[in-house]
T-cell receptor, first 110, second 111 residues
Framework: DVKVTQSSRYLVKRTGEKVFLECVQD?????MFWYRQDPGLGLRLIYF???????EKGDIPEGYSVSREKKERFSLILESASTNQTSMYLC?????????FGSGTRLTVV | DAKTTQPPSMDCAEGRAANLPCNHS???????VYWYRQIHSQGPQYIIH???NNETNEMASLIITEDRKSSTLILPHATLRDTAVYYC????????????FGKGTKLSVKP
């Protein structure tokens, strides 16, 4: 089975910290995505990447950046975490039959 | 905004078929219909997708109307583990992050 692995299931960080959320896929596919999910707002696209060192802004990129140095790894970076970035973060890779999502990282910023 | 309309919630008895409807009246000729589901506290899971013809796999069947303006996802023998939010998504089939998740249908399978 193809897999998308997110490094942390739960994370608690302080306001102002720099936060790295890691995502690794073993599908050898180019396209990877970061979403956040909040109650009542559904899944919203933050950033995506269609190749190594390439990145594109999604619907809500403010306060975030990404890094794609290797094909299998796509990192989401919160430059200076704020409480309104408390959320569930979901990484996905695009395969031949739709997207495969990781299990998610529930980030709490205090 | 999502291009699909789904009922917010549905109930189904365990062992019975669950039929989840989706309206996508503005679908264009090259757009696919995808179904995902999300079990509580997990990432969404791909179920099935189709363009024009009905599709079946080990998880579900997808019935698309002839005019393609609506579809139905069928879980033939629902179990308690099928309780989840089901999302119907219309996409051009390319990538570039154009999976737009609406609010979905919360399916509750009851014993």
């Amino acid at each position: 089975d193809v897999k998308v692995t997110q490094s942390s299931r739960y994370l608690v960080k302080r306001t102002g910290e720099k936060v790295f959320l890691e995502c690794v896929q073993d599908m050898d596919h180019e396209n990877m995505f970061w979403y956040r999910q909040d109650p009542g707002l559904g899944l919203r696209l933050i950033y995506f990447s269609y190749d190594v060192k390439m990145k594109e802004k999604g619907d809500i990129p403010e306060g975030y950046s990404v890094s794609r140095e290797k094909k299998e790894r796509f990192s989401l970076i919160l430059e200076s975490a704020s409480t309104n970035q408390t959320s569930m973060y979901l990484c996905a890779g695009e395969g031949n039959y739709g997207y495969t999502f990781g299990s998610g990282t529930r980030l709490t910023v205090v | 905004d999502a291009k699909t309309t789904q009922p917010p919630s549905m109930d189904c008895a365990e062992g019975r078929a669950a039929n989840l409807p989706c309206n996508h009246s503005t679908i264009s000729g090259n757009e696919y219909v995808y179904w995902y589901r999300q079990i509580h506290s997990q990432g969404p899971q791909y179920i099935i997708h189709g363009l024009k013809n009905n599709e079946t796999n080990e998880m579900a069947s997808l019935i698309i109307t002839e005019d393609r303006k609506s579809s139905t996802l069928i879980l033939p023998h629902a179990t308690l583990r099928d309780t989840a939010v089901y999302y119907c998504i219309v996409t051009g089939g390319g990538s570039q992050g154009n999976l737009i998740f609406g609010k979905g249908t919360k399916l509750s399978v009851k014993p």
